[in-house]
């Protein structure tokens, strides 16, 4: 048994046993990896819609067509856990007509919005996702509409303004353009938009992160105590 030296791809110098097994350079490898990546982008294809404001606006305070406050509101569907909250009292859920200046009108179609040019708007997800996304319109003369993704602890994953080659310029009735933010993993547990008035309805997720079942566990951990037995037994031989 002697000490041996090995620079990884990103010039770290690793100095490890010559009986290192493959699992554990395999995991001091892995710590040397770049952080994960994140895009901005304008489809929404292979995403699935988790949103349901319809439901959260009838059932809390409102007249149905207008639900202020900050919330927070359950606003998921099919299962999925999503929460809505916001900064500014002014902030809404609505039904009815909503103007975005010279980006037309939104009218008839549940959406979730900042309604002033400084609120912020939240979705919390209760499982972490690796892409989000949303239909979104503005105001162009009111602030600088901006989507954000967050992690589990809250750190900022990534931020985009929606100005420039990814804004949005629509003059129809419940017209808009998706624009989400995709991770390079399952990182993402929330999603903001701030300024400029903006407007967001269904929200769409990918790459959900998945919990195993006990039983898939408990499978798993007998599989690898087998064969942790098996390389003692061969060892002693």
């Given at each position: 048994?002697?000490w041996?030296t090995?620079?990884t791809?990103f010039?770290?110098?690793?100095?490890?046993k010559?009986?290192?097994?493959?699992?554990a350079?395999?995991?001091l490898f892995?710590a040397?990896?770049?952080?994960?990546?994140?895009l901005?982008?304008a489809?929404?294809?292979?995403?699935?819609?988790?949103?349901?404001?319809?439901a959260?606006?009838?059932?809390?305070?409102?007249?149905?067509?207008?639900?202020?406050?900050?919330g927070?509101?359950?606003?998921?569907?099919?299962?999925f856990?999503?929460?809505?909250s916001?900064?500014s009292a002014?902030?809404?859920?609505g039904f009815?007509?909503?103007h975005f200046?010279?980006?037309?009108?939104?009218?008839?179609?549940y959406?979730?919005?900042?309604n002033?040019?400084?609120s912020?708007?939240?979705f919390?997800f209760?499982?972490?996702?690796?892409?989000?996304?949303a239909i979104?319109?503005?105001?162009?003369?009111?602030?600088?509409?901006?989507?954000?993704?967050?992690d589990?602890?809250n750190?900022?994953?990534?931020t985009?303004?929606?100005?420039?080659?990814?804004s949005?310029?629509?003059?129809g009735?419940?017209?808009?353009?998706?624009?989400?933010?995709?991770?390079?993993?399952?990182n993402?547990?929330?999603?903001?938009?701030?300024?400029?008035?903006?407007?967001?309805q269904?929200?769409?997720?990918?790459?959900?992160?998945?919990?195993?079942?006990?039983?898939?566990?408990?499978l798993t951990?007998v599989?690898l105590?087998?064969?942790?037995v098996?390389?003692r037994r061969?060892r002693?031989?």
């Open positions: 048994m002697y041996r090995l620079t791809p010039g770290f110098t690793l100095v490890f010559r009986q290192l097994s493959l699992f350079f395999a995991a892995a040397t990896a770049l952080p994960a990546q994140s901005l982008t489809t929404v294809s292979g995403m699935t819609q988790v949103t349901d404001f319809s959260s606006c009838r059932n809390g305070n409102g007249n149905g067509y207008y639900c202020f406050g900050t927070p509101r359950d606003v998921g569907k099919d299962g856990v999503v929460q809505y916001a900064t002014q902030s809404l859920i009815d007509v909503y200046v010279d980006n037309g009108d939104w009218q008839g179609i959406y979730g919005a900042t002033t040019d400084n912020v708007v939240r919390t209760a499982t972490a996702v690796s892409s989000v996304g979104i319109n503005y105001s162009p003369k009111n602030g600088t509409p901006t989507i954000r993704a967050f589990a602890s750190n900022v994953i990534a985009f303004g929606l100005i420039g080659p990814a949005i310029t629509t003059t009735l419940n017209d808009g353009a998706f624009r989400g933010i995709s991770s390079s993993s399952a993402i547990t929330a999603f903001e938009i701030t300024g400029g008035f903006i407007a967001t269904n929200l769409s997720v990918s790459g959900l992160t998945t919990v195993p079942e006990p039983s898939t566990v408990a951990g599989g105590l087998g064969l942790i098996l390389r061969t002693k031989q």
